[in-house]
């Protein structure tokens, strides 16, 4: 259940304790707290109040929960979105529904939590920006709703058996861009011939077609811990249903881009060079403002350019409080899920070559009885 939810009326990402205060802001303390909300206050939850993410509405808030035997609070109050019998009225794919597999934190960026120096930085330009009026938590939720819409029309099943990646890494060790040398018999007579190398080389050359769509296919998914990443989703949900985040792939690399271009044309506070980002990632905080702000841009980067100069050229905000916003990042473990989604094509692409060890076996099996036949047939020659 969602420890946050949209206010349609205050236009605001807000927890229910921000809500309530929000809500009586206009009455006396002694109104009521969060153990005492009237049916009047439900009623007007329940018509303002909406998914983050879905957009469903019906909200009402859970009080917290202690433990039975200790006292304490085990959970925080949070919304509870369900329909007229009870069920869960989340819309389907929603991260926020009771059965939904996609809880996964990275999605959220906390622009109030400003532990590094990168993070400090980002939050002064979202201070300033929804200062300015380029922005507000409206376009995060317009953002949001995006995201939602995505995910629940782009979907892929993820293979049952990290073997695939497994595969994908033993795959990239062939180069079928680069010219090979076909296997002839005559070559094993070399005193040290590797036939280890001749059966890869072999390999390439026979599933050429194969392995240039895979390389072309796979050629952006090489962060260096990406194939890890891959193998623990795959491992923990095999087989499950998942969003197909490569319908997202000119979005990330705009994403990308303007965060690199951004951190190198100012006084951005980078722990690694920004020309590195493609390959190393960038910060999360960033690529977040940055994703909001080619949404707004509508995806132009001239556009989301000119919207970064306009906020670094403002004066520091007036109220810092205004960053306490919750963001979105689209693109979390964006490398590790493209590996999926290529692991998950895999089987149709090359149903010969599922098990790499054995086909490469295969292989050099072939080339040692050619030149076996060979050899026969040589010594058979008259001299």
Do not use: C, G
């Given at each position: 259940m969602p420890e946050t939810a949209y206010s349609t009326e205050f236009r605001r990402e807000l927890d229910p304790q921000q809500l309530l205060e929000l809500m009586r802001a206009d009455l006396f303390a002694s109104a009521g707290t969060m153990e005492d909300i009237s049916e009047q206050e439900r009623q007007e939850i329940k018509s303002d109040v909406i998914c983050s993410s879905c957009g469903v509405g019906g909200a009402q808030i859970v009080r917290t929960s202690f433990g039975r035997s200790s006292g304490r609070a085990v959970r925080k109050p949070h919304f509870r979105f369900e329909g007229p019998g009870g069920e869960d009225a989340h819309r389907r794919y929603c991260e926020f529904g009771r059965e939904a597999p996609e809880r996964e934190a990275g999605w959220r960026v906390s622009f109030a939590s400003a532990r590094t120096e990168e993070a400090r930085f980002v939050r002064s330009l979202v201070c300033k920006g929804i200062e300015r009026k380029l922005f507000d938590q409206s376009s995060?939720?317009?953002?949001?709703?995006?995201?939602?819409?995505?995910?629940?029309?782009?979907?892929?099943?993820?293979?049952?058996?990290?073997?695939?990646?497994?595969?994908?890494?033993?795959?990239?060790?062939?180069?079928?861009?680069?010219?090979?040398?076909?296997?002839?018999?005559?070559?094993?007579?070399?005193?040290?011939?590797?036939?280890?190398?001749?059966?890869?080389?072999?390999?390439?050359?026979d599933n050429r077609e194969f392995l240039s769509w895979y390389h072309e296919r796979a050629r952006r998914a090489r962060f260096s811990s990406s194939y890890e990443r891959a193998k623990s989703i795959v491992e923990s949900r095999p087989a499950e249903e998942a969003f197909d985040r490569s319908v997202l792939r000119e979005q990330y690399e705009k994403s990308i881009t303007l965060s690199s271009f951004v951190a190198a044309n100012s006084e951005f506070p980078h722990k690694n060079n920004p020309a590195h980002y493609r390959s190393k990632g960038a910060p999360t905080p960033l690529l977040a403002l940055s994703a909001l702000v080619l949404f707004i841009s509508d995806w132009s980067m001239d556009e989301a350019i000119g919207c970064y100069s306009k906020m670094f050229a403002a004066p520091d905000a007036k109220d810092n409080t205004l960053g306490n916003v919750m963001g979105l990042n689209p693109f979390h473990d964006f490398d590790a899920w493209e590996i999926i989604k290529i692991a998950s094509e895999l089987a149709e692409r090359s149903p010969s070559i599922q098990n790499y060890d054995e086909a490469l076996a295969a292989v050099e099996k072939r080339i040692r009885e050619e030149h076996r036949r060979w050899r026969s047939e040589a010594t058979r020659q008259p001299l």
């Open positions: 995060i939720r317009a953002m949001r709703q995006w995201f939602y819409e995505q995910k629940a029309k782009s979907r892929i099943t993820i293979p049952a058996s990290p073997e695939r990646i497994v595969l994908m890494q033993k795959l990239d060790r062939h180069y079928p861009h680069v010219a090979q040398w076909p296997f002839s018999p005559v070559h094993a007579e070399m005193p040290n011939f590797n036939w280890r190398e001749a059966a890869m080389r072999q390999f390439t050359e």
